[in-house]
């Protein structure tokens, strides 16, 4: 059962570690990684407890819509960084708000479906959300440790970059090739 509940985890954080490799292009200091790594891991503690918690009612409620959100806010924040790249010259250091705050949240949202199906069939809320959680956080900390050192090979405005890597994130999700 624990492999079984490492293996979930593991699967429902690959959003995230994805996410966290183009978020890595920012060149985040350590200290910012690791809190965005913690925020990251925070809201998928969060949202499978909602979901263990609440049970089906979110599954009928978001669960068709829980990854077309995900991928509205990947693709708004991608813009942004767009619009901004367009915009300014070549930032010192890009306003870090949004990957801290804006991003987890949505990303989990399909973490509350897992958690109702994990209630569901009996686990404990006390074991699976802070298991997810860990593992997210350790999976975005080293998918932004990866994107970091992509981004010093890779001769572009790293805000740039990012953007247009979301971008097409979120429209690889609303069409499906995100599988």
Same mark, same amino acid.
């Not at 925070?42 to 959100?69: C, K, M, N, R």
């Not at 990957?99 to 006390?126: C, E, K, M, Y």
């Given at each position: 059962m624990?492999w079984? &509940?490492l293996?979930?985890g593991?699967?429902?954080?690959l959003?995230?570690f994805?996410?966290a490799?183009?978020l890595g292009? &920012?060149? !985040? ?8 790594? &913690?925020?990251f891991?925070?809201?998928? =503690? ?7 918690l ?11 819509s829980a990854?077309?959100v995900?991928?509205?806010?990947l693709?708004?924040y991608?813009?942004? !960084? ?5 915009r =300014? ?8 708000r949004?990957a801290?705050?804006g991003l987890?949240?949505p ?6 479906v897992?958690?109702?199906? &994990?209630? !569901?069939?009996?686990f404990?809320?006390w ?7 860990v593992? =997210?956080?350790?999976m975005?900390f080293?998918?932004?440790q990866?994107g970091k ?7 572009i405005?790293s805000?740039?970059? =990012?953007?247009?890597? !979301?971008?097409?994130m ?6 499906g090739?995100?599988?």
């Amino acid at each position: 059962m624990i492999w079984n &509940l490492l293996i979930l985890g593991f699967t429902l954080s690959l959003d995230n570690f994805r996410t966290a490799i183009v978020l890595g292009a &920012l060149q !985040l200091t350590r200290r910012h990684a690791v809190q965005v790594a &913690l925020v990251f891991g925070f809201w998928d =503690t969060v949202a499978p407890l909602v979901g263990i918690l609440a049970g089906d009612y979110f599954a009928d409620t978001i669960g068709s819509s829980a990854e077309y959100v995900g991928a509205a806010v990947l693709g708004a924040y991608g813009l942004y !960084l767009l619009v901004q790249a367009w915009r =300014t010259p070549a930032p010192e250091e890009v306003d870090q708000r949004w990957a801290l705050f804006g991003l987890p949240l949505p990303l989990s949202i399909d973490n509350v479906v897992a958690g109702t199906s &994990l209630g !569901l069939i009996g686990f404990s809320p006390w074991v699976a959300p802070p298991v997810f959680g860990v593992i =997210t956080a350790v999976m975005t900390f080293v998918g932004l440790q990866i994107g970091k050192a992509a981004a010093r090979y890779i001769r572009i405005r790293s805000d740039l970059l =990012t953007g247009g890597a !979301l971008v097409i994130m979120a429209v690889a999700v609303l069409f499906g090739f995100d599988a």
